[in-house]
């Protein structure tokens, strides 16, 4: 087999359940394309990503990359009562939750992304946070944080600022890629979130 056959077979074979990858014809058309917001009023949090991987953006739902650790975090954390998949992402809704991009342009790597890029998805989110009014924005990735919102020493956890009136917390990026956080690390940040947007006294001053 030629290894451009083998490569489209491979990616053809690591979607999910009786759904198929994208081929890589599918993934190089994929580059600059927008993934649609899973956003409402009044939500409990909006999980904001950098921006989405070709994978994500070739089957349009959030975090579709096999591997990437979001879905399995955001269950062990508690915020879903099952293993949610990229298709199931509408019933986030129902539960308070949504996900967002700062920067709503597909890219091979975040690192294809320049610093205007960041700072005008910073304006972006601020208005969508604004308009819609969650209790809490997670911005997934300490990195895409620091340069988004010109915050060179942030870290992981609760921040100080608030982005439109909602509290702001950064959680590490859990993409597969990234080894800095193994999933028990990764479980405990989205679990601290949960924690605190859901105590009586959050509810009441959000």
Same mark, same amino acid.
């Given at each position: 087999m030629?290894?451009?056959?083998?490569?489209?077979?491979?990616? &053809?074979?690591?979607? /999910? @359940?009786?759904?198929?990858? #994208?081929?890589?014809?599918?993934?190089?058309? %994929?580059? $600059?394309?927008? =993934?649609?917001?899973?956003?409402?009023?009044?939500l409990?949090?909006?999980?904001?990503?950098?921006?989405?991987?070709?994978?994500?953006?070739?089957?349009?739902?959030?975090?579709?990359?096999?591997?990437?650790?979001f879905?399995?975090?955001?269950? &062990?954390?508690?915020? /879903? @009562?099952?293993?949610?998949? #990229?298709?199931?992402?509408?019933?986030?809704? %129902?539960? $308070?939750?949504? =996900?967002?991009?700062?920067?709503?342009?597909?890219?091979a790597?975040?690192?294809?992304?320049?610093?205007?890029?960041?700072?005008?998805?910073?304006?972006?989110?601020?208005?969508?946070?604004?308009?819609?009014?969650?209790r809490?924005?997670?911005?997934?990735?300490?990195?895409?944080?620091?340069?988004?919102?010109?915050?060179?020493?942030?870290?992981?956890?609760r921040?100080?600022?608030?982005?439109?009136?909602?509290?702001?917390?950064?959680?590490?990026?859990?993409s597969g890629r990234?080894?800095?956080?193994?999933?028990p690390?990764l479980?405990?940040?989205?679990?601290?979130?949960?924690?605190s947007i859901d105590?009586?006294?959050?509810?009441?001053?959000?």
């Open positions: 030629r290894p451009s056959c083998y490569f489209a077979l491979r990616l &053809r074979s690591s979607g /999910t @359940p009786n759904r198929p990858g #994208p081929t890589r014809a599918q993934l190089e058309a %994929a580059h $600059g394309k927008r =993934v649609r917001d899973v956003i409402a009023p009044g409990r949090v909006l999980f904001c990503g950098i921006n989405p991987g070709l994978y994500t953006a070739a089957i349009g739902h959030h975090f579709g990359r096999p591997g990437n650790r879905w399995p975090a955001l269950h &062990r954390a508690g915020f /879903t @009562p099952r293993l949610l998949s #990229p298709y199931d992402e509408r019933e986030l809704l %129902a539960l $308070g939750l949504g =996900v967002t991009n700062i920067v709503n342009y597909a890219t790597s975040a690192d294809e992304l320049d610093i205007e890029q960041l700072h005008r998805g910073a304006r972006r989110l601020a208005s969508l946070v604004r308009r819609h009014r969650p809490a924005v997670a911005i997934l990735g300490v990195g895409a944080y620091r340069g988004a919102f010109a915050r060179p020493r942030a870290k992981v956890g921040q100080e600022e608030r982005i439109g009136g909602a509290a702001v917390w950064v959680l590490p990026n859990p990234t080894a800095g956080y193994q999933m690390a479980v405990r940040a989205f679990r601290a979130l949960r924690t105590t009586p006294d959050a509810r009441r001053h959000p």
